[in-house]
């Protein structure tokens, strides 16, 4: 089974790092795990002009369109995102918000998937849950089953405290806890394979 890791960190610092780990663990438990990042790519943001419901595909001909077909062909999806401003970068949005012409292409594009969300704060409190919470409602919104990492220390998915510093997050213990569990939940979703580590 297929999965993509998207970034929505413009520097290659905590959140990338977080991502890569999180695939490691997917491809443990055997699956096939692709990055997609937003740095250094031109993604430009939902112009809303309605182009993609008549003609089934966005007129903003970027970097989306490599992504589109990581999408297409995963079977879970990973959203990690830094938090700007107590919520989701405006690169993660713009990539949520481009999906626009997927659906419109196909109503059921995301039916089915697994997603999962993956937030890394510079503060302990920065927004992290508003931020995977959105993350979520893009799942729900489109047909994609979210999944957490459960109870007492996942609710809704990982969530780190990098103190604005790579080390922090490499040492935030709590954080890598939460993705963990949420990886084990994502996976259970799709069938994968407990790794060695796990057992």
């Not at 903003?60 to 107590?86: C, E, Q």
């Not at 059921?108 to 969300?117: C, E, I, P, Q, W």
């Not at 040492?171 to 060695?196: I, P």
Request: proline share 3%.
């Amino acid at each position: 089974m297929k999965i993509v890791g998207i970034c929505g960190s413009p520097r290659e610092k905590a959140t990338d790092h977080v991502l890569r780990e999180a695939l490691k663990m997917l491809e443990e438990r055997g699956f096939s795990a692709s990055f997609f990042g937003v740095r250094g790519k031109r993604i430009s943001p939902c112009l809303h002009c309605d182009y993609c419901l008549s003609n089934k595909e966005c007129r903003i001909k970027d970097d989306m369109y490599d992504l589109y077909p990581l999408l297409r062909d995963a079977d879970g999806i990973v959203f990690a995102t830094p938090i700007y401003n107590g919520g989701v970068s405006a690169q993660t949005k713009a990539v949520m918000d481009r999906c626009r012409a997927l659906v419109a292409a196909d109503f059921d594009f995301f039916r089915g998937k697994v997603g999962m969300a993956i937030a890394v704060g510079g503060d302990r409190m920065g927004g992290q849950e508003p931020a995977i919470q959105q993350i979520i409602n893009f799942y729900v919104l489109n047909g994609a089953v979210p999944v957490g990492g459960g109870s007492f220390g996942a609710n809704l998915g990982a969530t780190f405290w990098s103190r604005d510093t790579l080390e922090g997050v490499v040492d935030d213990e709590e954080g890598w806890r939460s993705l963990r569990k949420t990886v084990r939940r994502f996976s259970d979703h799709l069938g994968g394979a407990v790794s060695e580590k796990e057992r």
